[in-house]
């Protein structure tokens, strides 16, 4: 059983950054895509970004140019730099781990963006 264990949540000020780690239980390199989930209260659970294995990310439009995910395989462990961050951002972010027939998530850390 693939363990992911998300951490770097909390409160922030709007404008603020935040960096979440994702750290797997094996090697990353091992899914054809890592990626990070949101779902704000009420709301269902979206796409926020995503870094294959080979190949450029994707992003959702809200948070282009915001947002940034990056691996580190020697480290197992996949990251989001989120700066410029709004209120509207608040969410429990999750991370994924998509292979060809697997399927794995985190536990979720609480980002709350408020003054």
């Known amino acids: 059983q693939v363990q992911l264990v998300e951490s770097g949540g909390g409160l922030v000020q709007p404008g603020g950054s935040l960096r979440l780690s994702c750290a797997a239980s094996?090697?990353?390199?091992?899914?054809?895509?890592m990626g990070w989930y949101r779902q704000a209260p009420g709301k269902q659970r979206e796409l926020v970004a995503r870094?294959?294995?080979?190949?450029?990310?994707n992003y959702a439009d809200s948070v282009k140019g915001r947002f940034t995910i990056s691996r580190d395989n020697a480290k197992n462990t996949v990251y989001l730099q989120m700066n410029s961050l709004k209120p509207e951002d608040t969410a429990v972010y999750y991370c994924?781990?998509?292979?060809?027939?697997?399927?794995?998530w985190g536990q979720g850390t609480q980002v709350t963006v408020s003054s």
């Open positions: 994924n781990a998509m292979g060809v027939t697997s399927d794995y």
């Open positions: 094996l090697s990353i390199f091992s899914f054809n895509n």
């Open positions: 870094i294959p294995r080979g190949g450029s990310t």
